[in-house]
């Protein structure tokens, strides 16, 4: 914040966003992931994290820390527009409480003597919204088992499913966004933020991050070969596989 009276009033101030982690409810870390920044040719080690407001829940930026070279500890922050509402993570866990489906089939999964795992909520800034990506474990009550993961949840804009494998949940979101139809949006409320000035510490960027459709298209193949490479402990594999995704992901078209 510039400003002083917004500053002292604490009109416009972030904070760190909660999701659902196992069965509680914490404070996202920040994580890393490799990626192409727009404007640059090569991929970067970037520590990122997602910002709400304070006290709502909904996303307002979505920040990054640059780790290579010359550009090491230089901060970079994508603004989401405060006329619309762009879903936080603690959004999408609650949507996933709410839809009958996933609810009922998580519910039964956990009975038997399995545990149900909610893995880390990824989100992915796409134009002017966002992609978010939860796995879901099943753990087995042997004590010698892993934890495997069963189902995807893929929630974009007023769209959320949950299918075995990225690729199979990424066909069905993008089917029902071709078709139009309805999405399953709970009643939340936008941000009701003032017209405060809010300057990040890094450079802003309010254009679009990366073509939504074509991305999502390209990476669907390679989650699946990703689930695949892990579940067969081929682990550098599928180091090298999630490089190719987050290229994908976070490169201009």
Request: hydrophobic share 30%; proline share 7%; charged share 25%.
């Amino acid at each position: 914040m510039s400003n002083l009276e917004v500053f002292y009033n604490r009109e416009d101030a972030w904070q760190f966003p909660t999701e659902k982690y196992y069965n509680q409810d914490i404070v996202m870390d920040p994580y890393y992931t490799t990626m192409a920044l727009p404007d640059e040719d090569m991929e970067e080690f970037i520590l990122s994290i997602p910002f709400t407001p304070k006290s709502r829940q909904n996303m307002i930026a979505w920040m990054g820390a640059r780790n290579d070279g010359d550009n090491y500890g230089e901060l970079f922050v994508y603004r989401f527009p405060k006329q619309e509402n762009v879903y936080g993570p603690q959004q999408i866990e609650n949507r996933i409480n709410q839809d009958s489906y996933i609810s009922q089939q998580l519910n039964l999964w956990s009975q038997g003597g399995s545990e149900v795992i909610r893995g880390n909520l990824l989100t992915y800034p796409i134009e002017d919204t966002v992609l978010y990506v939860e796995p879901i474990y099943i753990e087995s009550s042997n004590a010698t088992s892993l934890p495997e993961v069963k189902q995807v949840i893929v929630a974009y804009e007023d769209y959320i499913v949950m299918e075995p494998t990225f690729d199979q949940a990424l066909d069905e979101l993008m089917t029902m966004v071709e078709d139009g139809a309805p999405g399953n949006a709970p009643d939340v409320n936008p941000n009701p933020d003032s017209d405060s000035e809010n300057v990040d510490d890094g450079e802003t960027n309010d254009q679009p991050i990366i073509d939504a459709e074509q991305t999502l298209r390209e990476v669907s193949d390679l989650f699946d070969q990703y689930q695949n490479a892990l579940s067969n402990g081929q682990w550098e594999r599928a180091g090298q596989i999630m490089k190719d995704i987050e290229e994908r992901l976070n490169s201009t078209p």
